[in-house]
């Protein structure tokens, strides 16, 4: 089992940037894929964008495609997300999720999870 603790969250203005990061402990990364998820209020848990350490194979929602990208450092044990061009829409509390394996985007898929980190996007 792998615990996972998320930061970088906060409030931002719409068309602005944050970096989450996902710190993982009690082993390594290798062989598993880390996950972000989001769950906005009233709504299910979405799925954000996923990173295969093992492979560097990543995948992307559409709905954050093209102004976030997921990175990773395999020395620190730690996973980044970075948003770009924030939208209300984009508020949530964000998790960080980890699964030994591939690279899967339903959630079900994921056995260990962070506490979360707000983002919250003002217009």
């Known amino acids: 089992q792998v615990q996972l603790a998320e930061s970088g969250g906060g409030l931002v203005q719409a068309g602005g940037s944050l970096r989450l990061s996902c710190a993982a402990s009690?082993?390594?990364?290798?062989?598993?894929?880390v996950a972000w998820f989001r769950r906005a209020p009233w709504k299910e848990r979405e799925f954000v964008v996923a990173?295969?350490?093992?492979?560097?194979?990543?995948h992307y929602a559409d709905s954050v495609k093209g102004r976030s990208t997921i990175s990773t450092d395999i020395a620190k044990n730690m996973v980044y997300l970075q948003m770009n061009s924030l939208k209300p829409e984009d508020t949530a509390v964000y998790y960080c999720?980890?699964?030994?394996?591939?690279?899967?985007?339903?959630?079900?898929?994921?056995?260990?999870w962070g506490q979360g980190t707000q983002v919250t996007v003002s217009s």
């Open positions: 009690g082993r390594t990364l290798s062989g598993y894929t």
């Open positions: 990173v295969n350490w093992s492979g560097g194979t990543t």
């Open positions: 999720a980890a699964r030994i394996g591939w690279l899967r985007v339903e959630s079900v898929e994921y056995r260990d």
